[in-house]
T-cell receptor, first 117, second 114 residues
Framework: EAEVAQSPRYKITEKSQAVAFWCDPI?????LYWYRQILGQGPELLVQ????????DSQLPKDRFSAERLKGVDSTLKIQPAELGDSAMYLC???????????????FGPGTRLTVL | TQLLEQSPQFLSIQEGENLTVYCNSSSVFSSLQWYRQEPGEGPVLLVT?????EVKKLKRLTFQFGDARKDSSLHITAAQPGDTGLYLC??????????????FGKGTKLSVKP
């Protein structure tokens, strides 16, 4: 069964350092999402891509976070500089939204657990 | 801001007991999804419900979507330790290319003791 791949699974960094996370969605999925999940909370959307275009980044802290999906396939989320409050699980999800009048399902990767010291 | 409220927030029960988790909102959703998440892992989809009043069964799990598509429930019969995890509901608004995003509840943390 196809899965969403993410790497690394765990990342420990010091504050003010730069970190990057990678996501490879399920093949053929046009929509890709990055979420942040603080321990004990539900995931919160950071950015949504449709193919290579950003369709929603209203919750992305753009002063330090950036995301790209250059060829409309895999994606990278970067934080620079990292702050203590960025410690969280970063989840990537993908969905196939082609076709009208259809509901969709998001499939999540295993996540990257970030710890900022 | 649309909110999905889940209750209870925490639930600790003995193996063999039944339980129900609730997901409520004042907003209408085109579909609602339930996920289970284990520590250190991403959420895994359990079911998607799309029709008001719909009931879906997955082995010992029964999911119901409210008639008005504003609320949902998850009932587990004869809970087992393997059911332990964080149960998340997530609502979607819109259809097709205008679906928007999933709105997640904060989750119900279930612990089933042997």
């Amino acid at each position: 069964e196809a899965e969403v791949a993410q790497s690394p699974r765990y990342k420990i960094t010091e504050k003010s350092q730069a970190v990057a996370f990678w996501c490879d969605p399920i093949s053929g999925h046009a929509t890709l999402y990055w979420y942040r999940q603080i321990l004990g909370q539900g995931p919160e959307l950071l950015v949504q891509f449709q193919d290579e275009s950003v369709v929603d980044d209203s919750q992305l802290p753009k002063d330090r976070f950036s995301a790209e999906r250059l060829k409309g396939v895999d994606s990278t989320l970067k934080i620079q500089p990292a702050e203590l409050g960025d410690s969280a699980m970063y989840l990537c999800a993908s969905s196939s939204t082609r076709g009208s009048g259809s509901w969709y399902t998001q499939y999540f990767g295993p996540g990257t657990r970030l710890t900022v010291l | 801001t649309q909110l999905l409220e889940q209750s209870p927030q925490f639930l600790s029960i003995q193996e063999g007991e039944n339980l129900t988790v609730y997901c409520n909102s004042s907003s209408v959703f085109s579909s609602l999804q339930w996920y289970r998440q284990e520590p250190g892992e991403g959420p895994v989809l359990l079911v998607t419900v799309v029709t008001g009043g719909e009931v879906k069964k997955l082995k010992r799990l029964t999911f119901q979507f409210g008639d008005a598509r504003k609320d949902s429930s998850l009932h587990i019969t004869a809970a087992q330790p393997g059911d332990t995890g964080l149960y998340l509901c997530a609502g979607a608004q819109g259809y097709g290319g205008s679906q928007g995003n999933l709105i997640f509840g904060k989750g119900t943390k279930l612990s089933v003791k042997p």
